[in-house]
């Protein structure tokens, strides 16, 4: 071999050993990936809109084609504690009253598997459901109603075997959603120590439970979005402004990040408004990973509005990015963060070691690369978005073998998606 033959070998060699040529770097070494290739996918923004307590049966039991309500599934008539059989009834009042959704409550209505309790524990309103004749005004006098959801599932994908990941309130599902583990912060009563609605809410609910949680000492997706050197930011209606204590419309339990003791209170978390939200979507500032929290009044949480307005409000945040130069690259991910006490027939898997699953919460995927009209049923939960994350950004499992072995329990988003995707 002469020479320049041995030179070219050797700079081949340190090449592949550094993994520096052309320019090229990888914060994750165990998962090499070259900077040009990520996003590994076509899709360089993914927004997760996070909406409250709605089960799948209650919003889209009687879609077609998917896996809803009839007279032979689980559960489908119950006794309740009157004694009275109750069966699933189309509610006609869109602002229905809150129902139990703690963890002891849950575990009660899923009666190992049988699903036939929650008429027992959680009254008969909570066997009720809505349809695409369901609608309501919201509070500018327009109507919006499911049928908005119906056509989004129409239009784009919607998964019909998405489970909560735990059988609990927040701040559990929230928790796996970032990091495949809940720590202490299993407990749905618990507040996050840094953040500053916390004292005050704590005071007024002590007496139901709640506690305080320390700060999370483990990894969490923002941490390895910032390493990665990916922007990301979690926006949450009001979130600064009732930092000062008034926390009338932000929820500290929806917040995640709020829990670690490295992301909280970072300069990623902010508040969200539409107006602010349409401008960036059109700058080259847009995150490349966005989680949105609505305010309960817009969450279609029962209890806090009539679901008219939270429809509304997704529906003008889809209708923005749809509207902006973002969208060819987007992909929104619309998720209800637990079943909320709501009838759904589907028994949840049971995971060895952790709090769930729990039971179904619809799923959509709106994106120009989501399969059009397409129905999932492929098994999966709110760790399969966390999952999506570290492959489109090569970020790679967490490396601690507690959280990479709860990750691996869930299945992957890509059977929605038209263009490539696969495992972290």
């Known amino acids: 071999m002469n020479r320049v033959a041995l030179t070219k070998l050797a700079v081949t060699v340190s090449c592949l050993i550094l993994s520096s040529c052309s320019g090229t770097s990888n914060s994750n070494p165990a998962n090499p990936v070259d900077d040009s290739q990520v996003p590994r996918s076509s899709i360089q923004h993914l927004i997760v809109v996070v909406m409250q ?18 007279s032979s599934v689980s559960g489908y008539q119950q006794v309740d504690q009157a004694g009275n059989i109750v069966s699933p009834q189309l509610l006609t009042n869109l602002d229905p009253a809150d129902l139990n959704h703690t963890q002891s409550s849950y575990q009660v209505a899923y009666d190992s598997g049988k699903m036939d309790k929650y008429a027992w524990e959680n009254g008969d309103a909570s066997m009720g459901y809505f349809d ?71 005071q007024q609910n002590q007496g139901s439970g709640a506690n305080i949680t320390p700060p999370l000492g483990f990894q969490n997706v923002g941490d390895q979005l910032t390493a990665g050197k990916i922007s990301w930011r979690w926006a949450h209606e009001d979130f600064t402004n009732e930092q000062n204590g008034s926390c009338k419309d932000y929820v500290p339990q929806e917040n995640p990040f709020q829990y670690f003791q490295t992301t909280a209170n970072s300069a990623n978390l902010t508040d969200f408004a539409l107006s602010n939200f349409t ?28 679901i008219g307005n939270g429809i509304e409000w997704l529906d003008n945040l889809v209708q923005a990015v749809k509207g902006s130069s973002a969208w060819p690259s987007s992909a929104i991910v619309v998720i209800w963060d637990e079943s909320g006490g709501w009838y759904d027939h589907v028994p949840p898997p049971q995971f060895s070691g952790t709090l769930g699953l729990g039971a179904r919460v619809p799923m959509l995927l709106i994106s120009p690369f989501a399969k059009t009209g397409y129905i999932s049923h492929q098994q999966m939960d709110f760790v399969s978005i966390l999952r999506f994350i570290q492959w489109n950004w090569a970020l790679g499992q967490f490396s601690d073998s507690g959280q990479a072995a709860r990750e691996a329990q869930s299945g992957d988003i890509c059977d929605l998606l038209t263009t490539s995707c696969a495992a972290p």
Not at 186 to 202: E, V
Not at 281 to 298: F, G, I, K, Y
């Open 53 to 70: 307590n709605n089960s799948f049966d209650h919003l889209f039991g009687t879609y077609p084609g998917a896996n809803g309500l009839s």
């Open 132 to 202: 695409n004749s369901s609608t309501g005004t919201a509070d500018d006098g327009q109507q919006f109603g499911v049928s908005t959801l119906w056509n989004y599932a129409q239009q784009y994908a919607l998964a019909d075997n998405f489970f909560a990941s735990a059988m609990a309130s927040e701040p559990s599902n929230m928790l796996y959603m970032i990091s495949a583990g809940v720590g202490t912060g299993n407990d749905s009563f618990g507040y996050p120590q840094l953040d500053g609605c916390t004292a005050a809410l704590y």
């Open 279 to 306: 401008t960036l979507l059109s700058s080259p500032d847009l995150q490349s990973v966005t989680w949105v929290n609505a305010a309960p009044e817009h969450s279609m949480h029962p209890g806090a509005d009539n």
